[in-house]
């Protein structure tokens, strides 16, 4: 076999490598793309819902609202919102008798991994209480973190912004 051939199978071998090699690293860029875009999704809808779930209650039952919330948080988050809602926004609810109505109106991703998200919520809050029978709108932003848990995502960190 001449030189020649030889030097040509082996840049064809090389090309043959290095296009085996591009498409690897492609498929798997794009799994890991698709793996993110999935977790967003399912994180952002996963907000919308329990944010608006959380920061809605009426004087009658915040307290039992708990329970029910504490499913949609982990971490130490959780063990802080029943700290918060049972030491602080229950008695205040009772005594006032605050009611809220939490509306979430935008939900933006900042960033996402398969197993952890953090979005901007935009939160618009409907209060009325004895003192103030007239609804008080208000607006919020909130940075959420949530994390997989299992096959559920939970919300892990809360914080206005």
Request: no cysteine.
């Amino acid at each position: 076999m001449s030189t020649f051939a030889v030097a040509r199978r082996t840049a064809l071998g090389a090309v043959v490598i290095a296009l085996v090699v591009a498409l690897v690293w492609v498929v798997r860029t794009d799994h890991r793309d698709a793996s993110r875009d999935r977790a967003a999704a399912q994180a952002k809808a996963t907000a919308a819902t329990s944010i608006a779930s959380l920061l809605t209650y009426t004087p009658t039952t915040v307290s039992t609202d708990l329970a029910k919330e504490s499913r949609l948080l982990t971490g130490s988050f959780a063990k802080d919102y029943r700290r918060l809602v049972t030491e602080v926004v229950a008695p205040a609810a009772k005594k006032g008798q605050v009611s809220t109505k939490a509306d979430v109106t935008g939900v933006g991703v900042t960033s996402a991994q398969p197993d952890a998200v953090t979005l901007l919520v935009f939160v618009n809050v409907t209060t009325t209480s004895k003192d103030a029978t007239d609804p008080r709108l208000s607006g919020s932003r909130l940075r959420v973190t949530l994390d997989r848990v299992g096959a559920t995502w939970r919300i892990s960190a809360l914080d206005p912004v």
